[in-house]
Every structure is written in C-alpha cells, then in structure tokens.
C-alpha cells in the first residue's frame, strides 16, 4: 500500500513538471495584465491582438511555409536516398553510409556558420529560401536512417516477386516498395516536420532581413519581454497539436479494434 | 510428351566474386514435366533456377526458353513465374489482389481478371478467402495463394523454389499431393529446388541431382535410387552403406568383388573394371539381410545401435572395428542391441563405383 502511495506520488510529479509548463501558457494568455508574472484576470483581448499583429502572423506562416516545403522535399530526397543506398552497390557505400550520420550528430551551431559561410560563398542572398536549403540539409539524414529502418531483407524479396509477375520498375516501387516502406516515410516526414518546425539555431544563421519564422521572432523578443499574444500564438498551436494527436489516437485504436475482430 | 523442350540450358556458367557456382551446365526441360533440382544447401541449384526467371543473370552460356533465347531478357517479360521460399506474398495486399497482381501489371481486362481469379482460386482450393491478408491466413493457405498467384499468368514454367521446406511435415505431405495433381491438371512444366531428397523422390518426373556447381546425375527417381553414377549421389539419395570392395573377376557384367575382409559378392554392372582395381561398393540398408540364426557363408556380427523407426528399424551391426553396417529390418522384435546376427546381401542391387 505504501509503496503504491509512492508510486503514484512519484507519477504525478513527473506529469506536473512535464505539463506545468504548458498548462501556464494557456492560463497567461487569458491573463488581464501585460507582465507574465501575475494572474490578473480573465481576458480574451490577446487572442484579439493577436490578430492584429502582422509581424507575428507573418512569422507562423513564415514557418509552416518553411516547414511544409522543406518536409516535402526532404522526405522525397530521403527515401529515394535510403532506398538506392539499401539497393545499389557502389563504391564508397560504407563511406556514405557513414557519412549520413555527420549532420545528425554535429552540434547545430556549427551548421548553422557552415551552412552561412556556403551561402556567402555562393553569394546566395538570405532569404526564406535559404532557410527552406538549411532544413532540408539537415532533415534528410534523419529521413534516411527512419526509411533505413523499414527496408528489410524481405523488401529484396517482394521486389522480385512483383518483377516476376512483370510489375515495370516504377510500379514495383509504388505497389511494393512505397506501401511497406510507408511507416519510415511517415515518421521520418513526421521528425522533419518538428525539427523544422522549432529550429532556432540553424534559422537564426541563415534567415535574412524580413524572414522571420515563428521560433526566430519570439527569441528576439527575449530582451525586450514576451507579450501575451505569443501565449495566445501558442496555446492555439497547442491546441491544433492536440486535436491531431487525439483523432490519430481515434483512428489507431479503431484499426486495432477492427483487427482484432 | 518428351519431344519439345521448354527449357534449355546451353553451356551456362555463373560467377560470384570468382567462385564458380554453376560451372558449365547443359540441360533440356520437357514440356510438361516435374523436374526437380536436388542438392545440398550452396549447391547452386537456386542460382540455376533464378537463371530461368531472369533474376540472375548468366556469366556465360545461354539460356532457351521455348526455343527463344532469353539470356539477355528481363525477368518482367519472361514467361515464367516463381514461387518464392517463403512465399513472398505482398502483406499490404489482399489474397486476390496478390493473385490479380500480375494480370493487372498486364492491363489486363477487368472481366477477364476476375474471370481467371475465380478459376484458380477454384484450383487451389481457397474459396471465401478472398479478401483476407496474408497475415490471417495458415502456412498451407498462403502456399496455396503462392501457387494461385504464379499459375494465373498462363507461365510456360513454374518455378518452385525451395516452396514446401518452410510447411510442417503433415501440411508438407499434403501439399506434395496437392502439387503434383495441380501439375497434372495444368501440363505446366514445373521446375522445384529442394535439398530435401524425400520430397523429389516422391513429386519428380526426373531429378537433377546438383553438387558444386555440376549436374551430377540426371534420371527418373527409382533410376538414381537404382543406380546412382557417383559416390554423392548414392550417399545423399536415400541410405547407404559405402565399403570398399576388391575386384576379384569380371564375366561380361557378372563382376565378383570382395568386401569386408574377404567376403565374396557377386553383382552385375555395366562398367569394366581391371583385375584388383579398389571399388566403391553402395549397399542400401534394406539389401542388408540379416538373422539372428547361424548361416553358412555369412558375415558375424553384433548389434550396436538400434533406432526404431515405425515401419522398418535401422540397426547398427559391427562386423570388425573399422567397419559397421546399417541394416533396415521390419521384424525388429526379434533383435536388440548386443546381439549377434549373421549377415547376407541382396546382391542384385549392390552397385559397384570408380573412385
């Protein structure tokens, strides 16, 4: 008995420090007063604001934008990049299978100024496209290793098999290959996504005038005090998070029913 | 049925980073029949098969199929189809939509898809499994689905790869039955890999028995049993003792040999062999007669080992300490392990090999 008093204590701190924070995000964007530091009270004028702010809403689509595209195209990059280097035998294979992992692990500071240096030298301007390059650099390594995960001996296998029966090398990839590969695509598109999605580091380098993203924008207000829109900002986001969470759950668990009758 | 090849090999060779694993076989394939390739595991009889799919491509040599020559075709337009070891059905797809596979790479014609879909689903026996997933289905079941998925497209040849090894014994059985009357039915020529010598003994119109890359025997079943060419042979079909035998005299094929110490046999062959010439002699178990009474002109020995085996036993008799015999007896009740027995042949059977 006591020992489950423990546990269950235990529990609820770890869900309280892992959600406190969030939960005093949404509780200050009703909040009355300017300062995060009191509870005034109730207001929904932030949330009015919000909309009245163009430099904040610039810089969430800013950011969907840059996410969505770099995803896009990362996530294609990837998996035909993790498909070939399962497949093919080249010279220098076990080189560059070691080499994919460099962008994962070096420190994101350092690519940032490499990414930066690459853009001068190439007299690239910095623009929202320049950040859009920088997150598909880094987010194709970590597409790659996810699809890695799904290509299995039996791919090889299932391969053959629709050669057999005559499938063209483009119906085996899209009939075959694409559909048992699929969990890798996703959660590698997923990771992308949420990488690009909060990345500050690699965005604060490459970004130029007037491409602020959302991450970049509130860092900047660090010195001069977060305004409540941004909770409003937030709590909105969170919320949308939530819900797509939720109905993924719904639809999981649905299927599992379903299987198991 | 034996006239048209459907098959050939023509001087094919194949090799893997300078190891040769087939070296330079030739072999004609009939219309119509079951032949099976017999071997050990790295034999190279997978890779001969996967020549006539097209998934392997030949260092050297040609390969026929119908009298074409498809050694530089693509697997895709080759009109034969394989049944892979573990069946290799597509899990994301539906048991017809593994069958309609093919045919819908074909563009096919919708009503002639389902037209032919119900046709072998009729043939393999898998009616009302239609829309389930590989996953939910039985070992024998997704062979059956295999089979079904190769048989639709019409194939000049059915290659079988290794299909039953992965079935439990009984299903196993079964499914050889299975096999053979849908080969019948069809008139396809099927073309089976196995290392497993009872399945090609019972399923073959005729077996190839491959060791290292080379045919080393080609005949009917009860032809290799019979009378194997080699040494490998005769110790990978079936059981047999391998002893070495003196040639005392040969008469036109009447040869008389001397084995385990001066035992005088008398058998028949075609091959000539040279007074004194050291012989390998292949005696199978069930041609080792023995009893437990006193005989004339019989070799001693003891009982060792006894492995009962349901319908015949196998013993282990000692006749000196180099050299023992496997005998296969049915009326095991009268022996037991320590027991002397006197030993006689039945010589008609005993085959007699160079070295």
Redesign the interface.
Known sequence: MKNNFFKNLLLILVFIFLFLPIIVLIIYSFNSSQMNILFEGFTLKWYKELFNNTDLIESFINTFLVAISSTAISTIIGTISAYGLYKYDFPFKKIINGLIYIPIVIPEIVLGISLLSVYTLMKLELSLMTIILSHIAFSIPFVIVSVRTTLTK?TI??E?????????NY?VFK??VL??IMPGVISGATLAFTLSLDDVVISYFTAGPGSNTLPLYIYSMIKTGITPDVNALTSIILIITFIILLSLVIIQSRKIRKEAI | MKDNVIVRFDNVSKSFNNTNVIKDISLDIYEGEFITFLGPSGCGKTTLLRMV?G?EKVSSGKVFIDNKDVTNV????REV??I?Q?F?L???MTVKDNIT??LR??KENPKEIEKRCKEVIKLVKLEGFENRYPSELSGGQQQRVAIA?GVI?NPKVLLLDESLCSLDLKLKKSMQVELKRIQKKLGITFIYVTHAQDEALSMSDRIAIINNGVIEQLGTPSDIYISPKTVFVADFIGEANIVDGKVISQKDDNLTLSILNNYKINIKTSEVFKKDEIVKVIIRPEDVKISPNTLTNAINGKITDFIYGGENTKLIIKIDDNNSLKSSVTDEERYSVGKNVYIKFEEKYIVALRK
């Open positions: 039996e296998t299932y053959e098999a629709a050669r057999d029966l005559g499938a063209s119906r009939d075959i559909p048992t | 799919s998934l693509d697997p895709t337009k189809n394989t892979f573990n290799a597509f899990p994301k596979f093919g790479m074909k998925r497209m």
